[in-house]
């Protein structure tokens, strides 16, 4: 299977602020790498397909990038509905695998 | 838009078999390139990938539960199902029906999940 580590696994941020949440692949995946926000008590949301597309509803502060091993997941500037836990996903290879994790907080 | 419903048993016994089913409004589930998955999530933990089928009713499972899953499409109800058999308590969970299309594997559409428990 491939290991996909998020890091950080939390990060306390505030409104307005630029970040980067890290995904690394346990082995190269191209570009088959997805990400996800879930919000407490609800389902996951698709963000991002493909490493760096948008999904279409997304706003544009958020972008991805990557390719091989490592991506991003950025948000330029933090609303106070992002705070939510990301998740990252591959579909390179099956089983299909998520990251950990990470849970963005206010600061 | 796709929308996507599970429902089923909240709770399970162990040993026992776990059934849920999987609605799907705005879309049928035969309509080619898509897939349909099940996703579970254990109480604070993270997501973990159970199988899909695809519209042409092929499927894949994990390995790890292989030997207990069965995920089969209901096209006259157009909906998709999900059996896990022998189920024990590390099979609590939030269950979710998740789908897509194209080539890129990723899910655009959930369901809002299904609490499934396993306890005597």
């Known amino acids: 299977d491939i290991q996909m580590t998020q890091s950080p696994s939390s990060l306390s941020a505030s409104v307005g602020d630029r970040v980067t949440i890290t995904c690394r692949a346990s082995?190269?995946?191209?570009?088959?790498l997805n990400w996800y926000q879930q919000k407490p008590g609800k389902a996951p949301k698709a963000l991002i397909y493909?490493?760096?597309s948008l999904q279409s509803g997304v706003p544009s502060r958020f972008s991805g990038s990557g390719s091989g091993t490592d991506f991003t997941l950025s948000i330029s500037s933090l609303q106070p509905e992002d705070f939510a836990t990301y998740y990252c996903?591959?579909?390179?290879?099956?089983?299909?695998?998520f990251g950990q994790g990470t849970k963005l907080e206010i600061k | 838009q796709v929308q996507l419903q599970e429902s089923g048993p909240g709770l399970v016994k162990p040993s026992e078999t776990l059934s849920l089913t999987c609605s799907v409004s705005?879309?049928?589930?035969?309509?080619?390139?898509?897939?349909w998955s099940w996703i579970r999530q254990p109480p604070g933990k993270g997501l973990e990938w159970i199988g899909y089928i695809y519209y042409s009713g092929s499927t894949s499972y994990n390995p790890s539960l292989k030997s207990r899953v069965t995920i089969s499409l209901d096209t006259s109800k157009n909906q998709i199902s999900l059996k896990l058999n022998s189920v024990a308590a590390a099979d609590t969970a939030v269950y979710y029906c998740?789908?897509?299309?194209?080539?890129?594997?990723?899910?655009?559409?959930w369901g809002q999940g299904s609490l499934v428990t396993v306890s005597s």
């Open positions: 996903q591959q579909s390179y290879s099956l089983p299909q695998t």
């Open positions: 998740a789908g897509g299309s194209g080539s890129v594997g990723d899910y655009k559409y």
């Open positions: 082995q190269g995946i191209s570009t088959y």
């Open positions: 493909a490493a760096s």
């Open positions: 705005g879309g049928s589930v035969t309509k080619g390139t898509y897939f």
